[in-house]
């Protein structure tokens, strides 16, 4: 069984910075793609990072211009783990944050094309 489990939400002041960790098992996803998205109070998920791969060992990222230039996707394949690094937090990145993955050629920004999903961490940023 497939389960992704997040870790690393948590209440910071804007500016700060927070760490999320997403592990993965059951599977691994070197021919797929990982990746994070959100959802805020009233508003759709959407998307926010991801890493993939063409079963190579070079990876891509992918980011919303929301977050580019603030937050950095990694992932450590002996761990079966993706990471999202996010920094100069703002107000407006408060949300739940959700782990994604899937094993197959897809759309890295749609949300339907990952098959997996974790419960979801809570990120909250003060003014």
């Known amino acids: 069984q497939v389960q992704l489990v997040e870790s690393g939400g948590g209440l910071v002041q804007a500016g700060g910075s927070l760490t999320l960790s997403c592990a993965a098992s059951?599977?691994?996803?070197?021919?797929?793609?990982m990746g994070w998205f959100r959802q805020a109070p009233g508003k759709e998920r959407e998307f926010v990072a991801a890493i993939s791969s063409g079963g190579g060992i070079i990876y891509y990222a992918d980011y919303a211009d929301s977050v580019k230039g603030r937050f950095t996707i990694s992932r450590d394949s002996a761990k079966n783990t993706v990471y999202l690094q996010m920094n100069s937090l703002k107000p407006e990145d408060t949300a739940v944050y959700y782990c994604?993955?899937?094993?197959?050629?897809?759309?890295?920004?749609?949300?339907?094309?990952?098959?997996?999903w974790g419960q979801g961490t809570q990120v909250t940023v003060s003014s």
């Open positions: 059951g599977r691994t996803f070197s021919s797929g793609a």
């Open positions: 994604a993955a899937r094993n197959r050629v897809g759309r890295v920004r749609e949300s339907s094309d990952y098959d997996y």
